[in-house]
């Protein structure tokens, strides 16, 4: 869910709060009341006002550039893609089962993201839930177009349940120059085509799927060696 629409609503509301209390309670003061030391004085110097916008402003943008692939809690210290990265990138894009050069399409699909919601400095990271090769391959993709090679981490995250588990960290410096090779290779060729040109065709998988058994046409004869000798019958595997 983008929480960066109602986080600017919000900002807005409270900026035109202050300004209204900001005209309104200077009128509404009697002459010879006593001075009251309000959180924000309307005698306050405007500075004070402007500079707690200016916090106001600041706490709604860690917010906002908090990014989580999967949407659970984080910060804006890194551009979280875990857990099981390729399955919840697929879930955005759909790549059909059995689909050729898979690893490319999956580094395609987060650096796409990645461009587009994190920033340079943070800490990007990627996990595999099964360590398939395929991810290895894709994450290498990755780290190689938005991070320096000495910042590339890779550790073990296996459970009982996933033992091939692991994740792969760095600090992202390259946002900028992924961002300029990324629409290059978009125009030269998008997405959307290389995941149609890979993809296997209705007839592939029908004959994957639906492989006719070749029967022996003797199969469930009795001959002689089955019935005198005792030996099996002419059916094949």
């Known amino acids: ?12 509301r409270i900026i035109s709060m202050l300004w209204l209390i900001a ?8 002459k010879n009341s006593v001075k009251v030391n309000f959180i924000i004085s309307p005698e306050d110097d405007m500075r004070e006002i402007l500079f707690l916008i200016y916090c106001l402003l600041m706490a709604c943008s860690v917010e906002a550039n908090a990014v989580s692939l999967s949407g659970r809690p984080t910060d804006d210290s890194v551009c979280d893609l875990s857990p099981m990265t390729n399955y919840h990138l697929t879930r955005k894009i759909f790549v059909p089962s059995g689909t050729m050069n898979v690893s490319d399409i999956y580094g395609r699909l987060a650096l796409m993201f990645v461009v587009k919601e994190c920033k ?6 990627l996990h595999s839930e099964f360590g398939e090769s395929e991810d290895e391959r894709a994450f290498r993709v990755v780290t190689s177009e938005l991070c320096s090679v000495a910042n590339v981490q890779r550790e073990s995250t296996a459970t009982s349940e996933y033992p091939y588990s692991f ?4 600090r992202i410096s390259k946002i900028q120059e992924a961002t300029s090779r990324l629409a290059i290779a978009e125009r030269e060729k998008n997405l959307e085509t290389i995941i ?5 065709t209705v007839r592939e998988r029908d004959e ?3 492989q006719p058994t070749s029967i022996n046409k003797d199969c469930g004869k009795l001959g002689y060696g089955a019935v005198v000798l005792g030996l099996g019958g002419r059916c094949t595997r």
């Open 23 to 30: 005209i309104i309670v200077p009128i509404a003061k009697p």
């Open 208 to 210: 994957s799927t639906d």
């Open 167 to 170: 994740q792969v960290k760095c």
């Open 120 to 125: 340079n400095s943070q800490i990007l990271v």
């Open 196 to 200: 149609a040109e890979n993809a296997p």
């Open 1 to 12: 869910m983008d929480t960066k629409e109602p986080v600017r609503m919000v900002v807005k």
